[in-house]
Protein backbone atom coordinates (compact mmCIF):
# COMPACT_ATOMS: atom_id res chain seq x y z
CA UNK A 1 0.00 0.00 0.00
CA UNK A 2 0.81 3.47 0.04
CA UNK A 3 3.41 4.95 2.51
CA UNK A 4 1.21 8.48 2.23
CA UNK A 5 -2.86 7.80 3.44
CA UNK A 6 -5.92 9.43 4.67
CA UNK A 7 -8.56 8.95 7.22
CA UNK A 8 -11.08 9.88 5.10
CA UNK A 9 -12.16 10.25 1.31
CA UNK A 10 -14.92 13.14 2.01
CA UNK A 11 -15.16 15.64 4.60
CA UNK A 12 -18.76 17.75 4.88
CA UNK A 13 -18.49 20.83 6.89
CA UNK A 14 -20.76 24.16 7.65
CA UNK A 15 -19.45 27.21 5.91
CA UNK A 16 -17.98 29.07 8.84
CA UNK A 17 -17.01 26.09 10.99
CA UNK A 18 -13.44 24.95 11.01
CA UNK A 19 -12.09 22.10 8.99
CA UNK A 20 -9.48 19.15 9.92
CA UNK A 21 -8.37 16.89 7.68
CA UNK A 22 -6.28 14.11 8.23
CA UNK A 23 -3.28 12.34 6.61
CA UNK A 24 -1.31 8.97 8.15
CA UNK A 25 2.35 8.51 6.60
CA UNK A 26 4.29 5.66 7.60
CA UNK A 27 7.74 5.96 6.48
CA UNK A 28 9.59 7.22 9.41
CA UNK A 29 12.60 8.00 7.32
CA UNK A 30 10.44 11.09 5.70
CA UNK A 31 11.33 14.89 7.18
CA UNK A 32 9.38 16.98 4.52
CA UNK A 33 5.72 17.15 4.41
CA UNK A 34 3.27 19.06 2.49
CA UNK A 35 -0.55 20.07 2.25
CA UNK A 36 -1.76 20.40 -1.84
CA UNK A 37 -5.64 21.39 -3.03
CA UNK A 38 -6.46 20.69 -5.90
CA UNK A 39 -9.56 22.34 -7.70
CA UNK A 40 -12.27 20.69 -10.23
CA UNK A 41 -10.02 20.45 -13.15
CA UNK A 42 -7.14 22.02 -12.17
CA UNK A 43 -3.64 21.27 -11.31
CA UNK A 44 -2.47 20.93 -7.17
CA UNK A 45 -2.09 23.90 -5.65
CA UNK A 46 0.45 24.36 -2.54
CA UNK A 47 -0.77 25.06 0.76
CA UNK A 48 1.63 24.79 3.61
CA UNK A 49 4.69 22.93 4.25
CA UNK A 50 6.26 21.64 7.54
CA UNK A 51 9.39 20.11 8.35
CA UNK A 52 10.76 17.26 11.13
CA UNK A 53 12.07 19.69 13.33
CA UNK A 54 8.50 21.32 13.89
CA UNK A 55 5.21 19.85 14.62
CA UNK A 56 3.03 23.21 13.69
CA UNK A 57 3.09 25.75 11.21
CA UNK A 58 0.82 28.25 10.66
CA UNK A 59 -0.29 29.94 7.28
CA UNK A 60 -3.19 32.13 6.09
CA UNK A 61 -6.12 30.49 7.76
CA UNK A 62 -4.51 27.12 7.75
CA UNK A 63 -2.55 25.25 10.47
CA UNK A 64 -0.25 21.95 9.87
CA UNK A 65 0.57 20.08 13.06
CA UNK A 66 3.00 16.98 12.17
CA UNK A 67 2.67 14.06 15.35
CA UNK A 68 6.16 12.19 14.46
CA UNK A 69 5.23 10.01 17.04
CA UNK A 70 2.13 8.64 15.68
CA UNK A 71 3.31 9.75 12.17
CA UNK A 72 0.31 11.26 11.71
CA UNK A 73 0.21 15.32 9.90
CA UNK A 74 -3.05 17.30 9.83
CA UNK A 75 -4.63 20.32 7.73
CA UNK A 76 -7.01 23.07 9.81
CA UNK A 77 -8.74 25.40 7.54
CA UNK A 78 -10.08 28.04 9.88
CA UNK A 79 -13.50 29.97 9.07
CA UNK A 80 -14.13 27.47 5.98
CA UNK A 81 -14.91 29.21 3.00
CA UNK A 82 -17.09 27.79 0.07
CA UNK A 83 -13.53 28.42 -2.15
CA UNK A 84 -12.19 25.57 0.32
CA UNK A 85 -13.91 22.93 -1.70
CA UNK A 86 -11.45 21.20 -3.04
CA UNK A 87 -9.45 17.72 -3.14
CA UNK A 88 -6.91 17.83 -0.42
CA UNK A 89 -3.60 15.66 -0.68
CA UNK A 90 -0.87 15.16 1.78
CA UNK A 91 2.76 14.85 0.63
CA UNK A 92 5.66 13.50 2.17
CA UNK A 93 9.17 13.04 0.84
CA UNK A 94 10.67 9.76 2.08
CA UNK A 95 14.06 10.95 2.43
CA UNK A 96 14.27 13.33 -0.07
CA UNK A 97 15.42 11.88 -3.04
CA UNK A 98 15.65 13.30 -6.19
CA UNK A 99 12.37 10.61 -7.25
CA UNK A 100 11.02 13.76 -4.71
CA UNK A 101 7.19 13.41 -2.91
CA UNK A 102 5.13 10.82 -2.60
CA UNK A 103 1.42 11.92 -2.56
CA UNK A 104 -2.29 10.28 -0.39
CA UNK A 105 -4.93 10.01 -2.86
CA UNK A 106 -6.65 12.57 -1.35
CA UNK A 107 -10.11 14.22 0.76
CA UNK A 108 -12.62 16.05 -0.94
CA UNK A 109 -13.60 19.03 1.19
CA UNK A 110 -17.81 19.88 0.76
CA UNK A 111 -18.37 22.89 2.00
CA UNK A 112 -22.43 23.07 3.22
CA UNK A 113 -23.94 26.37 3.18
CA UNK B 1 0.15 28.28 -13.24
CA UNK B 2 2.80 30.27 -13.85
CA UNK B 3 6.06 28.94 -15.05
CA UNK B 4 4.76 25.71 -16.72
CA UNK B 5 2.46 24.63 -19.47
CA UNK B 6 1.28 21.51 -20.45
CA UNK B 7 0.10 21.14 -23.71
CA UNK B 8 -1.91 19.61 -25.19
CA UNK B 9 -4.67 19.96 -22.55
CA UNK B 10 -6.99 17.45 -23.77
CA UNK B 11 -6.35 14.62 -26.10
CA UNK B 12 -8.32 12.02 -27.70
CA UNK B 13 -6.40 9.28 -29.27
CA UNK B 14 -7.35 5.35 -30.69
CA UNK B 15 -4.88 2.49 -29.00
CA UNK B 16 -1.93 1.78 -30.48
CA UNK B 17 -1.01 5.09 -31.55
CA UNK B 18 1.85 6.99 -30.21
CA UNK B 19 1.68 10.13 -28.38
CA UNK B 20 3.86 13.12 -26.48
CA UNK B 21 2.75 15.37 -24.17
CA UNK B 22 4.94 18.44 -23.61
CA UNK B 23 5.97 20.44 -20.59
CA UNK B 24 7.35 23.42 -20.68
CA UNK B 25 9.00 25.56 -17.45
CA UNK B 26 10.10 29.35 -17.85
CA UNK B 27 11.49 28.97 -14.08
CA UNK B 28 14.60 27.15 -15.35
CA UNK B 29 14.09 24.99 -12.25
CA UNK B 30 16.20 21.48 -12.39
CA UNK B 31 13.80 18.87 -11.01
CA UNK B 32 10.67 18.00 -13.62
CA UNK B 33 8.29 15.09 -12.36
CA UNK B 34 5.41 13.48 -14.80
CA UNK B 35 2.68 11.90 -12.91
CA UNK B 36 -0.84 10.62 -13.75
CA UNK B 37 -3.74 10.79 -11.71
CA UNK B 38 -6.70 8.13 -11.75
CA UNK B 39 -9.33 8.08 -8.91
CA UNK B 40 -8.26 5.66 -6.23
CA UNK B 41 -4.62 5.92 -6.84
CA UNK B 42 -4.21 9.54 -6.33
CA UNK B 43 -0.77 11.04 -8.22
CA UNK B 44 1.80 7.92 -9.23
CA UNK B 45 5.42 9.23 -10.05
CA UNK B 46 5.74 8.24 -13.85
CA UNK B 47 9.43 9.16 -14.57
CA UNK B 48 11.26 12.68 -13.59
CA UNK B 49 14.46 14.48 -14.43
CA UNK B 50 17.08 16.09 -12.47
CA UNK B 51 18.87 17.95 -15.40
CA UNK B 52 19.43 17.82 -19.23
CA UNK B 53 19.22 14.84 -20.39
CA UNK B 54 19.49 13.16 -17.10
CA UNK B 55 16.21 11.10 -16.27
CA UNK B 56 14.77 8.19 -14.35
CA UNK B 57 11.96 5.97 -14.07
CA UNK B 58 8.73 6.25 -11.16
CA UNK B 59 6.76 3.66 -9.96
CA UNK B 60 4.34 3.45 -13.01
CA UNK B 61 6.83 3.94 -15.83
CA UNK B 62 5.89 0.63 -18.15
CA UNK B 63 4.95 1.89 -21.22
CA UNK B 64 5.83 5.67 -20.95
CA UNK B 65 9.19 6.86 -22.25
CA UNK B 66 10.35 11.06 -21.39
CA UNK B 67 13.23 13.24 -23.06
CA UNK B 68 14.61 16.38 -21.78
CA UNK B 69 16.99 17.41 -24.45
CA UNK B 70 17.17 21.47 -22.64
CA UNK B 71 16.16 22.65 -19.13
CA UNK B 72 12.55 24.26 -20.19
CA UNK B 73 10.97 21.02 -21.37
CA UNK B 74 10.50 17.59 -20.69
CA UNK B 75 8.52 15.03 -23.19
CA UNK B 76 6.18 12.28 -22.41
CA UNK B 77 6.04 9.47 -24.76
CA UNK B 78 3.70 7.12 -24.89
CA UNK B 79 4.62 4.79 -27.69
CA UNK B 80 1.88 3.01 -28.48
CA UNK B 81 -1.01 4.11 -26.34
CA UNK B 82 -3.13 1.46 -24.55
CA UNK B 83 -6.94 1.89 -22.95
CA UNK B 84 -4.66 1.66 -19.56
CA UNK B 85 -3.59 5.11 -20.35
CA UNK B 86 -6.17 7.00 -20.25
CA UNK B 87 -6.04 9.29 -17.01
CA UNK B 88 -5.04 12.58 -16.42
CA UNK B 89 -1.24 13.65 -16.54
CA UNK B 90 0.33 16.60 -14.49
CA UNK B 91 4.09 18.26 -14.67
CA UNK B 92 5.69 19.48 -11.97
CA UNK B 93 8.84 21.50 -11.54
CA UNK B 94 10.94 21.88 -8.38
CA UNK B 95 14.25 23.76 -8.23
CA UNK B 96 15.50 21.24 -5.23
CA UNK B 97 13.91 18.38 -5.85
CA UNK B 98 11.91 16.49 -2.96
CA UNK B 99 12.79 18.75 -0.03
CA UNK B 100 10.88 21.55 -1.36
CA UNK B 101 7.37 21.67 -3.11
CA UNK B 102 6.58 21.55 -6.02
CA UNK B 103 5.01 23.52 -8.44
CA UNK B 104 2.24 21.55 -11.15
CA UNK B 105 0.72 22.28 -14.51
CA UNK B 106 -2.80 22.31 -15.01
CA UNK B 107 -2.85 18.57 -16.72
CA UNK B 108 -3.17 16.65 -20.21
CA UNK B 109 -6.31 15.21 -19.54
CA UNK B 110 -5.85 12.01 -22.11
CA UNK B 111 -8.36 9.43 -23.32
CA UNK B 112 -7.07 6.04 -25.39
CA UNK B 113 -10.56 4.60 -27.32
Known amino acids: GESVGLHLPTLSVQEGDNSIINCAYSNSASDYFIWYKQESGKGPQFIIDIRSNMDKRQGQRVTVLLNKTVKHLSLQIAATQPGDSAVYFC????????????FGKGTHLIIQP | DAGITQSPRHKVTETGTPVTLRCHQT?????MYWYRQDPGHGLRLIHYSYGVKDTDKGEVSDGYSVSRSKTEDFLLTLESATSSQTSVYFC????????????FGSGTRLTVV
Open chain 2, 27 to 31: ENHRY
Open chain 1, 91 to 102: AENAGGGADGLT
Open chain 2, 92 to 103: AISDKGGNYGYT
